[in-house]
């Protein structure tokens, strides 16, 4: 499944570098795939991992207004193109005002992205999950029935970790050091050491 410029976020333009490892992952997902998209979303000048966006479509999409929805991700997609809740949100949005073909599209697309996410890791503190964003923990945890009851934040080795406990008495760690960690130059490198930043 490749998509063009005007596919992605119902017609918003990603930046070249960031639109082409995405059309590569979506074209063969693999691991190398999804980080090598993710590093591009980092170097982007578009990317704000504090970007708080996706709490205000869903007020919109649950007051039924869905064109509004749709105005609203298309201007922050840019940034929020490898979130899957946000692919997920226009995907109802769009069912909702009757665009089914484009519905499943903008849905899978979200489920492309959530199953790269999920290539990243096991969710154990060993080989937590790597996330742009909050909202990206969140989408893993639905995506595996769970729920959160309880959020610590944790510092290793220079990098950051969101670990969540679950309600089923798991505890699903995240790295978030690209949210926490300004630098693209090391955020580039999954598995780095950022012991001079922190």
């Not at 063969?28 to 982007?44: D, F, K």
């Not at 007051?63 to 899957?84: F, S």
Request: net charge positive.
């Amino acid at each position: 499944m490749t998509r063009n410029k005007q596919d992605f976020g119902t017609g918003a333009e990603l930046e070249p570098r960031v639109q082409a490892r995405l059309n590569a992952f979506l074209r063969e997902r693999t691991l190398p795939r999804y980080l090598a998209a993710r590093a591009a979303m980092i170097e982007s000048r578009r990317f704000d991992p504090r970007s708080t966006v996706l709490p205000d479509v869903f007020r919109l999409l649950a007051k039924g207004h869905h064109q509004q929805v749709l105005a609203v991700t298309r201007a922050a997609i840019g940034n929020w193109v490898l979130n899957p809740g946000i692919h997920f949100v226009m995907s109802q949005a769009l069912r909702d005002l009757g665009h089914t073909a484009r519905a499943e599209k903008e849905y899978e697309f979200g489920r492309a992205l959530l199953e790269g996410l999920l290539l990243t890791g096991d969710g154990s503190a060993e080989r937590p999950y790597l996330v742009l964003r909050v909202a990206d923990e969140y989408d893993v945890l639905a995506s595996l029935s769970l729920r959160c009851r309880a959020h610590q934040v944790a510092f290793r080795g220079g990098r950051a970790y969101d670990a969540l406990a679950c309600e089923d008495g798991r505890d699903v760690w995240f790295d978030v050091t690209a949210a926490a960690v300004p630098d693209p130059v090391l955020l580039a490198r999954p598995h780095a050491r950022f012991d001079a930043v922190a």
